[in-house]
C-alpha cells in the first residue's frame, strides 16, 4: 500500500555546518515540501519542533566519539513518540562513526518510528582543515541526494530498515563516551571582537558574552567558534592534543565513503 508523505521535517545539530549541507542535499533527493529545524543554538531548541501528520522525519547529527553527542542525543529523546517514518542520519570527520548510527537508530525505533533509512556522511573534521578536507564536496552532495530519492522509493513500499546491517560494525552496548577534555583555547590579537565565536555557540558557554573567557563546564568542545571565526583568531594553544590530532590526521588522509542503509 506504501505511506502517503509529501513533506519532510529535518531536525539537526551542526556546530561547524557540515551536517547541515549533508541535510539540506538529502532533502533536494526526497524533494518533497521540506521544514528545517536547525536545533544546534540554545534558542532554537527552546522552540521545540512541532511535528506534524503524515511527515517524514529526519534526524541528523555529528558524530562525537563514535556516538551522538550527549546534547542531541536528550534533545531527540525529548521528541514526540508515535508511528511516523524516519531517517537516521550521522557525519563524521573521516575517522569513523562507530556506533552513533546504531544508536540513533534505536533512538528512532524508541520512539515508535520505522526507520526508512540510514546513512553515515562524511564532513570536514571540527578539529582539522585535512581530515575530510572540504567535505561534504560535490561528489557528496551527490550521493546524498541520492540517499533522499531512495528514500522517497522506500516510502512507497511498507518496508522498514531492520538493525542487522547496523550491526555489522556496530555494538551494544554502544562504546563509552569520549572522556571530557577541556580545549586548551586561546584567542589571538586578530580577534576583531565580532563575536561570531558567542553567536554561534551552541551552548552559551562564553562567559558575560566575552569572546576570550569559555566556562569549561559548560563547552562541549564542538570547535564551532575555531571553525567559524572570520579572523582565525582561535586556536589551540595545547602541543598533546596538536600532536594527537596530526596524528589522527596522518591516519585518516584516506577518503572514506558514505555508508548507506536502505530496507
Ligand atoms: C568532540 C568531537 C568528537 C569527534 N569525534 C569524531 C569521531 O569519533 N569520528 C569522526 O570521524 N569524526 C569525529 N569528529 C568530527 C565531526 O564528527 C565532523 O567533523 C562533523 O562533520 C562535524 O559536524 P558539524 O560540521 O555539523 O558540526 C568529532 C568532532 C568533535 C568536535
Known amino acids: 500500500m506504501g505511506r502517503q508523505i ?4 529535518s531536525v539537526f545539530l551542526s556546530p561547524t555546518g557540515t551536517t547541515r549541507r549533508v541535510v539540506k542535499s538529502i532533502s533536494q533527493g526526497l524533494s518533497m515540501r521540506p521544514r528545517f529545524f536547525d536545533v544546534t543554538l540554545p534558542m532554537d531548541r527552546d522552540r521545540g519542533v512541532p511535528l506534524e501528520k503524515d511527515e517524514l522525519l529526519v534526524l541528523a547529527s555529528p558524530v562525537y566519539g563514535g556516538r551522538l553527542p550527549v ?3 536528550d534533545y531527540y529523546n525529548r521528541l514526540a513518540p508515535g508511528k511516523r517514518p524516519a531517517v537516521a542520519v550521522v557525519v ?13 537508530y534505536d533512538l528512532c525505533v524508541a520512539k515508535g518510528y520505522e526507520v526508512v533509512g540510514a546513512g553515515a556522511f562524511v564532513g570536514e573534521h571540527s578539529y582539522s582543515h585535512v581530515m575530510g578536507k572540504n ?5 557528496d552532495e551527490e550521493e546524498a541526494r541520492r540517499f533522499g530519492l531512495a528514500v522517497r522509493q522506500t516510502l512507497l513500499s511498507d518496508h522498514c530498515l531492520s538493525e542487522n546491517p547496523l550491526l555489522t560494525t556496530a555494538r551494544r552496548p554502544y ?33 558575560n558574552e566575552n569572546p576570550r573567557r569559555v566556562n569549561p563546564d559548560k563547552c562541549i568542545m564542538c570547535a564551532a567558534c575555531l571553525k567559524l571565526c572570520p579572523e582565525g583568531a582561535k586556536f589551540i594553544d595545547d602541543d598533546d592534543f596538536l600532536d594527537d590530532m ?3 590526521a596522518s591516519a585518516n588522509l584516506d577518503r572514506k ?7
Open 257 to 263: 565513503a558514505p555508508s548507506i542503509f536502505l530496507p
Open 175 to 207: 562504546r563509552a563516551y569520549l572522556k571530557k577534555f577541556s580545549l586548551a583555547l586561546s584567542t589571538s590579537r586578530r580577534c576583531a571582537n565580532c563575536l561570531s565565536c558567542v553567536r554561534h555557540c551552541p551552548v552559551g558557554a562564553f562567559i
Open 6 to 9: 509529501i513533506q519532510s521535517a
Open 135 to 139: 567535505r561534504p564536496d560535490p561528489a
Open 71 to 73: 546534547l542531541i542525543r
Open 246 to 248: 596530526a596524528a589522527l
Open 92 to 104: 563524521f570527520g573521516n575517522r569513523g562513526y562507530e556506533d552513533a548510527l546504531l544508536e540513533l
